[in-house]
């Protein structure tokens, strides 16, 4: 749904990318960079109860996904590893921001029911990418689903970050039983896609036949 922001943004964020393109910072590094950054906004102030301080770093950091790519694409540097390197470091700093809230609901605002509905997330954000990357190892087209990744993180650090500012914690309870929902969905529906192709491919006659 927010793949249609991703011209926009990237040509926001160019301006970054072109300094420190000219500084010498390689793509992989802004991509390890900014998933410390997530990393830290989340491990660090989520716990201690300090949402809209995590929010604002997590979005400050977050946007190196859409940077390396294109200092990548501009320098001529795109590489695998860093395709890999991408994507790997992305489910860290994914699975911080649920651990993050998990810790929050531990040690600050105890509740059982969104500690569990954390994990929930953490769980099914993480499989929603893993069902692409096999899918799409295994030759499919599996880029579908009602929570992508950038709608998660839209969703979840809006919803904090308002609930913080507005003092509506309920914000970002109906945020995470959307989310637990809709990332369970989106696995659905990533499995019904790779096992139409899957029949459709197994019907085909085999070019020996
Ligand atoms: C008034 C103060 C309010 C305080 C509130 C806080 C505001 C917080 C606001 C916004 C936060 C926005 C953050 C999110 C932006 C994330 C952008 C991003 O980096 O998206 C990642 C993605 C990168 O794609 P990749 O190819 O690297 O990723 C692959 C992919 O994602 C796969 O995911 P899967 O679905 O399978 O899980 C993986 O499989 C694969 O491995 C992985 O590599 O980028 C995009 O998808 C492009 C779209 C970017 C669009 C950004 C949209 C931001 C939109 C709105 C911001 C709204 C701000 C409004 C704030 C208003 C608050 C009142
Ligand atoms: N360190 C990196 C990061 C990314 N890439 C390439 O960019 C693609 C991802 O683009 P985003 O705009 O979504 O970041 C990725 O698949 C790689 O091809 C890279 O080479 N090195
Ligand atoms: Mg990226
Ligand atoms: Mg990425």
Do not use: N
Not at 60 to 82: E, N
């Amino acid at each position: 749904m927010m793949e249609r922001f991703r011209a926009f943004f990237t040509k926001v964020i160019s301006p970054v990318a072109h300094l420190l393109i000219r500084l010498g910072v390689s793509p992989d590094a802004v991509t390890f960079v900014g998933t410390l950054g997530v990393c830290a906004g989340a491990l660090v102030f989520f716990p201690q109860g300090k949402l809209l301080t995590g929010v604002l770093v997590i979005t400050a950091f977050v946007f190196s996904d859409l940077l390396d790519g294109y200092m990548a694409r501009t320098t001529g540097r795109v590489s695998k590893f860093g395709a890999f390197w991408d994507s790997t470091l992305d489910r860290v700093g994914d699975g911080a921001i649920f651990i993050g809230l998990a810790l929050y609901f531990a040690w600050e605002d105890p509740s059982r029911l969104y500690l569990v509905l954390s994990l929930v997330c953490l769980l099914m954000g993480g499989v929603t990418s893993y069902a692409r990357s096999r899918g799409e190892t295994l030759g499919f087209d599996v880029k579908v689903g009602i929570a992508e990744r950038a709608d998660r993180l839209v969703l979840i650090l809006v919803m904090t970050g308002l609930g913080a500012i507005f003092d509506l914690p309920v914000l970002m309870y109906v945020a995470l039983w959307a989310l637990a929902i809709a990332s369970t969905v989106t696995v659905v529906q990533r499995v019904w896609v790779v096992r139409k192709q899957a029949l459709a491919e197994a019907a085909l006659p085999s070019p020996h036949e």
